[in-house]
């Protein structure tokens, strides 16, 4: 049997990872956790009462917003653990970038119930398919097996589950990372140094813990691939930050989200969980920087 082209392999890829997608749906409970981290960007973006905060990365508005969680979580029908955790929660934590709350702006319709689970898929779906094209850009030409094999070990990747059940960023994040492996092994020479850096940029505006990433490239260029490629992905670093910043410029109307976001970051809620699930919350940025 003839090797799969590229294209073959993004396709059976797309395919398998629906297909999983799918699947999980009838082996995964909502009420595992309280979805906080997707609430904060879909309160930030839909909620008709909190589109009118003058900043919603500011302490008053999350305590706003928090005050609103109590309020969602008790008309929801995954409401037990929810109404539980809205009733400690004091302030919600800035856990969506400017850039995602731009993107989920276009994205939710205003149905608490309905985006929820638009996003859980997206990140069952986004999570898998990063896993498997970096799987089979390293791997090309993998059997079958393998492609189902990889994305579903891969789920015992602990942020991915924390996606799945608390509606964080993590999976949405590994598709940027998956994307530009693919693009940097399959593009020629001349391209794959800025996509490549364009990619893990834009990973880090989803999320900043894909910048754990950064002082391993730095030793990598450093040591092996020398100032050319380090200058290309620099190329692809300051695009990516700039098509961040006008997109996210449009949307907000002239605020200077990403300052605001920086300040909030530095304030940043501490949920009070059980000791269980905090270690489950605080482990995962230890597991991003792995996989980043």
Not at 13 to 31: H, N
Not at 72 to 79: D, F
Not at 144 to 171: E, K, M, Q, R, T
Not at 219 to 237: E, H, I, K, P, W
Request: charged residues 15%; proline residues 4%; contains cysteine.
């Amino acid at each position: 049997m003839s090797e799969l082209t590229f294209r073959q392999q993004i396709a059976r890829t797309l395919i398998i990872s629906a297909f999983v997608t799918l699947a999980s749906a009838f082996f995964t409970s909502p009420d595992a956790y309280p979805p906080v981290d997707f609430y904060q960007s879909w309160a930030a973006t839909v909620s008709d009462g909190l589109m009118t905060c003058d900043n919603v990365y500011g302490r008053d508005d999350r305590a706003a917003m928090a005050k609103e969680f109590g309020r969602v979580s008790e008309m929801s029908s995954i409401s037990e653990l929810q109404s539980d955790i809205a009733g400690k929660t004091k302030s919600l934590a800035p856990i969506g970038s400017p850039l995602d709350l731009a993107l989920m702006k276009h994205l939710f319709i205003g149905d608490f119930e309905r985006d929820y689970l638009f996003f859980r898929t997206l990140s069952v779906f986004s999570f898998l398919f990063g896993v498997s094209l970096i799987y089979l850009s390293l791997r090309p030409g993998a059997g079958l097996i393998s492609c189902i094999a990889v994305p579903l070990l891969a789920a015992l990747y602990p942020p991915f589950w924390l996606d799945l059940f608390a509606g964080g960023l993590n999976s949405l994040q590994m598709l940027f990372i998956g994307a530009g492996v693919a693009l940097f092994v399959h593009l020629d020479e001349s391209w794959r140094y800025s996509v490549a850096g364009a990619a893990l940029t834009f990973a880090a505006m989803v999320k900043p813990t894909a910048v754990y990433a950064v002082p391993l490239l730095v030793v990598l260029f450093a040591f092996g691939r020398g100032g050319r490629a380090a200058a290309m992905s620099l190329v692809g670093v300051l695009f990516a930050v700039a098509f961040s910043w006008i997109v996210v410029h449009l949307v907000t109307a002239n605020r200077p989200a990403w300052i605001d976001y920086r300040q909030a970051l530095v304030d940043v809620y501490q949920p009070q969980l059980s000791g269980s699930l905090l270690w489950r919350f605080k482990s995962v940025d230890f597991w991003v920087a792995v996989a980043a």
